[in-house]
């Protein structure tokens, strides 16, 4: 594991103080659960952009309508086997 040093306003390092003795678990523990927890929405933002982008885009959406066709064929022919 990676060392990190950091500065943090005195008002958020109080609030991690307390919070760390409420809960009984050291703050770095408290600040890694939080940094994982924002770049894990960070990127399900980026996702639903890139996302609500994509679906603006006529040949993608014609791509994907396509792709979709091909599914239902694969599933109904896997219905007539099974």
Same mark, same amino acid.
């Given at each position: 594991?990676? $060392?990190? &040093? !950091? !500065? +943090? /306003?005195? *008002?958020? +390092? *109080?609030? +991690? !103080? =307390?919070?760390?003795? @409420?809960?009984?678990? /050291? @703050? $770095?523990? %408290?600040?890694?659960?939080?940094?994982?927890?924002y770049l894990t =929405? %960070? #990127?399900r933002q980026m996702? %639903?952009?890139?996302?609500?982008? %994509? *679906?603006?885009?006529?040949?993608?959406?014609a791509m994907a #309508? =396509?792709?979709? #066709?091909?599914?239902? &064929?694969? +599933?109904?022919?896997?219905? #007539?086997?099974?």
């Amino acid at each position: 594991m990676a $060392n990190y &040093t !950091s !500065s +943090l /306003p005195d *008002s958020v +390092l *109080s609030k +991690l !103080s =307390e919070m760390a003795q @409420k809960l009984k678990v /050291p @703050k $770095n523990q %408290i600040i890694e659960r939080a940094v994982d927890k924002y770049l894990t =929405e %960070i #990127e399900r933002q980026m996702y %639903i952009r890139a996302f609500k982008q %994509i *679906s603006g885009d006529k040949d993608i959406l014609a791509m994907a #309508e =396509e792709g979709m #066709e091909e599914y239902v &064929t694969a +599933l109904d022919d896997w219905d #007539e086997k099974g």
